[in-house]
């Protein structure tokens, strides 16, 4: 199931959007939509929980601008595929300063519908760039995989170090049940109690110890010498 954002302060544009993305064959009533009238609503929902695969968005609008609303929103979720619908075509290049996937005259709506579909199912059927979402009693925030360089538990508490050099809000998880959350993605390996690594990260492997990206240098525990060797020297093989 798709779910999409219509974030549009005109309700009978919306609506009418609403019923362009129901009614398209390409989806093949696999979709959810919901309306948001202002970007604060959005914003809110996503604060929540609220995840989208894809969002259409007005440029203007009241209290907040679509293009500053994109941007909020890629802080919490970078893989969503953002459309800008506007009826001024001088917005265009600062829609793809905030990495829109496209932008579309609202007036040319239905003679470019078809393109946009075309190159929106193409592009979900490459599947978004893999997330872990990190939720606390406070905040939800989705991380790119292919930003995490370890993760590493201190205390109740499991930290990821990124390749901008901070940690993320903590989660009160086990090591355990996060290996496990991403054992589908093969890039991630437990090298030592206590630590999971990116295999993408690695700069350096020598028997005793990784070397990270970053320069961090983690140990690999005794039990694991043998594990890890194996599963370095076969994703080197991959690449």
């Known amino acids: 199931m798709l779910s999409i954002a219509v974030i549009e302060d005109n309700a009978a544009y919306a609506a009418m959007l609403k019923g362009y993305i129901l009614r398209e064959p390409s989806?093949?009533?696999?979709?959810?939509?919901?309306?948001?009238?202002n970007p604060g609503g959005f914003l809110e929902g996503m604060e929540k929980?609220?995840?989208?695969?894809?969002?259409?968005?007005?440029i203007e609008m009241p209290g907040m601008g679509g293009l500053k609303?994109?941007?909020e929103a890629r802080k919490r979720d970078p893989g969503v595929l953002w459309v800008f619908?506007?009826?001024?075509?001088?917005?265009?290049?600062?829609?793809?300063?905030v990495e829109a996937f496209d932008?579309?005259?609202k007036?040319?709506?239905?003679?470019q519908w078809p393109r946009l579909v075309e190159r929106i199912v193409k592009r979900l059927a490459e599947g978004r760039e893999k997330v872990y979402k990190v939720v606390t009693p406070n905040t939800v925030e989705v991380i790119l995989l292919s930003s995490i360089v370890y993760i590493y538990k201190e205390g109740k508490y499991c930290h990821f170090v990124l390749e901008d050099g901070r940690d993320r809000p903590a989660v009160r998880k086990t090591i355990r049940e996060i290996g496990e959350e991403l054992e589908r993605h093969e890039n991630f390996l437990l090298v030592k109690r206590g630590y999971l690594i990116n295999l993408e990260k690695i700069r350096k492997?020598?028997?005793?110890?990784?070397i990270m990206n970053n320069g961090d240098e983690l140990i690999i525990g005794r039990m694991h010498v043998t594990r890890v060797r194996e599963a370095v020297m076969g994703y080197m093989e991959r690449k």
Do not use: H, I, K, N
């Open 103 to 105: 932008y579309v005259l």
């Open 69 to 71: 609303l994109a941007e």
């Open 85 to 97: 619908l506007t009826a001024y075509p001088a917005y265009a290049l600062e829609g793809y300063q």
């Open 49 to 58: 929980g609220r995840q989208y695969g894809l969002c259409f968005s007005d």
């Open 205 to 210: 492997y020598t028997a005793e110890q990784v």
């Open 107 to 111: 007036e040319r709506l239905e003679g």
């Open 27 to 37: 989806f093949r009533g696999q979709v959810s939509v919901d309306l948001y009238l």
